[in-house]
């Protein structure tokens, strides 16, 4: 699978066909994560985590500070950060 950063935020192909999606508000020094979606066919693989586990990594990098919106960001942040 392959991760594309793009300005609403990661998406993450299989066959070139996007499959799941971390929507993101970048503002500033602040990403937003506002919702994580994944395709049904593809549920219960870890592509959620896998979306926000990017999104994070890249913002960490960059010295921005994560806002997690949605409850599965926040879940995740608190299991993980």
């Not at 609403?8 to 602040?30: D, L, T």
């Not at 994560?33 to 994944?38: H, Y």
Request: net charge negative.
């Amino acid at each position: 699978m392959d991760f594309k950063k793009d300005d609403s935020g990661v998406g993450v192909y299989s066959e070139e066909k996007e499959v799941g999606r971390a929507f993101c508000r970048y503002s500033g020094n602040q990403v937003e994560i506002l919702r994580v979606e994944v395709d049904d066919s593809m549920r219960g693989r870890g592509i959620a985590g896998q979306l926000v586990e990017k999104v994070v990594t890249e913002a960490e990098g960059e010295n921005k500070e994560i806002v997690p919106i949605c409850s599965y960001a926040v879940k995740w942040m608190s299991e993980h950060r």
